[in-house]
């Protein structure tokens, strides 16, 4: 964890009586529905469907067992009991009452938390690599950056009112776990012939209704220049990116229209006179932040053989990942059990997960994008003791990276914004995969939900995407096939967009038809090695698109006589 | 009736007939174009037309830090409590408020926070610069 300073803790208080003050007006009147959204939307608040969200931030995914409980009795008080752990690796309340949420904001503050950006049009939490700090394949302690990143973002007095929201997500390891590529900016740490560590810079990536994959405008930043090049990259897109269109607003589609060679240009021309200036990057910053962090205390021991028998072995061989430290393993704990809704944890298993990163953990937890819990530093020594705690309390289902491991949006059941529902079909395909040894033998395979084309289940970079849509008021689903949200594992496919198969189903059929899309794959694969996504790139979307929908003279006849269909 | 704060003080406004030319500037314009006159000019004033639009912030910080704009530059139009302590970090020292803003609010709310951690117009050396010395 980083640790506050006083400033860091006053900034924190000073936004809690800020939003308090502006709540007040709201209810008083003195401020106009329009203004009071931009103004609590950059504290996390939402007027849903039902009642007010509220989403916290968890800088870059990183949490305290103090944290955890603090968010497990902040949901017991003001809520129903449980979150929602969010692809942004944020927490979300889906009942909270807004006249309250100052309150909250103030139990935050005690235990150095808040919802400062989560949402509205400014610079969100910074995301990163779940593994940050442990990876073997790591170049720099990403943590270290996202905290430089998050200070130099908190209340930018020039950035506060930009076009559209903005993402920011630094990878410092070789693989890219943090998906960069599909974010307004993506850091890729790399080091150069001389062992100096920089960044390759990607602009314009999203999801969204307007997927795209970033482009990369610099292979090599070095540290030092990283918050000048950042307000360069801000300064052009907060004066020229589109105010005229929402859907038009973001980064991405500047980048798009001017083309990427000339956005390039008019960034570095901008940052020419920023460069070498009062906010580059001095060395002392970086260690007094790194000092700040705390550090786990590792005992001296040597790599065990972790057992791949029985039950203990399918969990450890999916959700137990190797450690940069002999001795130590980091650890999932699933929140995708069949039957609870993807990242969702009640307030009693927040309390129990606290326990747990406490007895295994040094104290600490990760969120991953992915929307699970992972405990980072775990002596293999005690992997069985806590498969067995972990099991009890319905979080060692062994099934990451695997079909059922499904990213959704909380869809229709909550978001005003939803065409559809996310949660039933995420638990259908939950209950019809649901066999284990099936599902081993399916292989790594990613399936994303979204609820509408926003796209905050990140379906378009899903091996399996499905996207809820809206037919004369009608729910029904899109799939996509083909997406992949980076190159996480080294070899295979590097990030990628899903490609649509074809006309959208009804919820009912969904389940059948990635049965269908599964069935294609396991005759085609050219061996167990061969993951679904791999598959998909050999050989394209046809193969799939005869399987669920009939060969092409077949889709033709039904086209011309859909009675018959 | 929009009330003009200057150094964090209501100031009567409008003054009387005022000497000197006065630039305003929309959020599409550049501020290179008026870069030369800057010299001459009694004010410089960014417009504000919506509650939500920042680019003024960045013209404001360029007028300052990089073509030396000294004389009064003031924020117009959508000009709301919650904008003042970003403006004012931008190098605005002159806010005509909005029709129906609280001054009592407004004057506060350049103490709503006490650090600001970038490199600004007001505050050209960073927070972690200023950490490390």
Redesign the interface.
Known sequence: MYLYDEIDQRMVDERVAQFRGQTRRFLEGKLSEDEFRALRLRNGLYIQRYAPMLRIAIPYGLLSSRQLRKLASIARKYDRDYGHFSTRQNLQLNWPKLEEVPDILAELATVEMHAIQTSGNCIRNITTDHFAGVAADEIVDSFVWCELIRQWSTFHPEFSYLPRKFKIAVNGAVHDRAAVAVHDIGLHAVKDENGEVGFKVLVGGGLGRTPIIGTEIRSFLPWRHLLTYLDAILRVYNRYGRRDNIHKARIKILVKERGAAKFREEVEAEWAHLKDGPATVIEQELSRIASRFTRPEYETLSNQKISQEGPFGAWAKRNVHSHKVPGYAAVTLSLKKTGVPPGDASSDQMNAIADLAERYSFGELRVSHEQNLILADVRQGDLAALWREARDLGLATPNIGLLTNIIACPGGDFCSLANAKSIPVAQALQERFDDLDYQHDIGELDLNISGCMNACGHHHVGHIGILGVDKSGEEWYQIEIGGNQGNTHGGGPGASLGKVLGPSFARAEVPDVVQKLIEIYLVKRDSEAERFIEVVHRIGIEPFKTAVYGNPDQRAARRREPALA | MATLIKERRVVANPPSPEAGEVIRLEPQDDPAAVAARLPNVSRVEINFPK?????G???A?LLRE?YGYKGELRAVGEV?R??L???E??GFDAFLLRD?E?LD?ALAAFG?????????AAQ??????R??S
């Open positions: 509650f939500g639009d920042g680019r912030f960045s013209i910080r990089r709301a919650d904008h302590y970003y403006m970090k931008c129906g609280d609010e709503d926070f006490s650090e600001t951690y970038q490199a600004t050209p050396v960073p927070l972690f610069r950490r490390a």
